[in-house]
């Protein structure tokens, strides 16, 4: 883990302590009162740097967004890929986190592309239309400038998945990926891909090498060692960029870790949490 802990820049922390994982899960008991504009956009609440910009999870998700300014300033990232080791580590939400975040300077236009053709899910975090989407561009049927005349929400816009064909990976071997971002790269500030896992299928190797940046979400408490290992290596044989890391769900690490102040450290005369929190990191 050092190594990769050294080769990628980790670039929040904090998304899900305890705390957060609360409000979190008051947020979402409270989809039927979410404000006006939420409601007539109908998004999924989870992309709660739009519906609630002012929250502390929201804020976790500017922290991001900062760092990733900071992670390139010579030679500003644009075209991003968002991907995992396995299935349900968190990329859609961080995907669609990030794109809100982000959209919010008026000055710079922004596009979410779901390239998981496998298990799409960013239309819905939206609430449109699953297709037509990526794949009917590529494939030829729907032109891509009907997707970017109207933003979803703020400066962002959205491509779906779109048809589902039998080989997904097939479409990013071809060069119309290529001549889309391409496109893209004049108008949009930044490009974001969320991808299949990395052990799964090809898909976010074979983007992930044509594009500038690979962030890689670690879900603490799920995402084996090995296993970031083994997705480093894979993305980096495809001459993908894996450049920095996002650990999500770490209410795990500081569940176990409030435990361990509250019941070992107070036996040993550590009354305050400040004094157990630098017990804790110096062992
Ligand atoms: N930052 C986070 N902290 C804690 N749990 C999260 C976070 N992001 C996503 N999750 C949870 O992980 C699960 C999978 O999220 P999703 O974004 O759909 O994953 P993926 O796209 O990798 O399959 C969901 O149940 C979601 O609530
Ligand atoms: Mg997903």
């Known amino acids: 883990m050092n190594y990769i802990a050294q080769a990628m820049k980790i670039l929040s922390t904090d998304i899900g302590i305890s705390a957060l994982r609360k ?14 504009a939420v409601n007539k956009y109908g998004l999924d609440s989870r992309i709660i740097s739009y519906t609630n910009n002012e929250s502390v999870i929201a804020e976790q998700y500017k922290v991001l967004r900062t760092n990733l300014y900071a992670l390139s300033p010579d030679k500003p990232i644009k075209t991003i890929v968002i991907t995992s080791a396995q299935p349900k580590d968190g990329k859609t939400i961080t995907s669609c986190n990030l794109a809100a975040t982000l959209s919010f300077d008026k000055e710079k236009k922004i596009i979410l592309i779901d390239a998981d053709l496998r298990r799409p899910s960013v239309h819905a975090m939206f609430g449109l239309s699953r297709k037509p989407g990526l794949s009917d561009i590529l494939s030829g049927n729907v032109d891509i400038k009907s997707f970017t005349k109207k933003p979803a929400i703020n400066n962002l816009y959205v491509i779906p998945s779109g048809t589902i064909n039998n080989n997904p990976s097939d479409i990013f071997i071809t060069t119309g990926i290529k001549m889309i971002i391409e496109d893209l790269r004049k108008d949009f500030e930044y490009i974001i891909f969320d991808t299949p896992p990395v052990l799964t299928v ?67 005369g550590y009354h305050s949490a400040e004094k157990g929190a630098k017990a804790v990191k110096k062992s």
């Open 202 to 268: 090809t898909d976010a190797s074979i983007l992930g090498a044509i594009c500038d940046c690979v962030i890689l979400i670690v879900k603490a408490g799920v995402t084996q060692q090995s296993s970031i290992e083994e997705a480093f290596n894979m993305l980096q044989g495809a001459q993908a960029r894996p450049k920095a890391c996002v650990l999500v769900n770490t209410h795990f690490l500081l569940d176990a870790y409030s435990y361990y102040t509250k019941y070992k450290y107070s036996s040993y």
């Open 23 to 36: 409000r979190w899960a008051e947020h979402v008991a409270r989809q039927d009162t979410v404000p006006e």
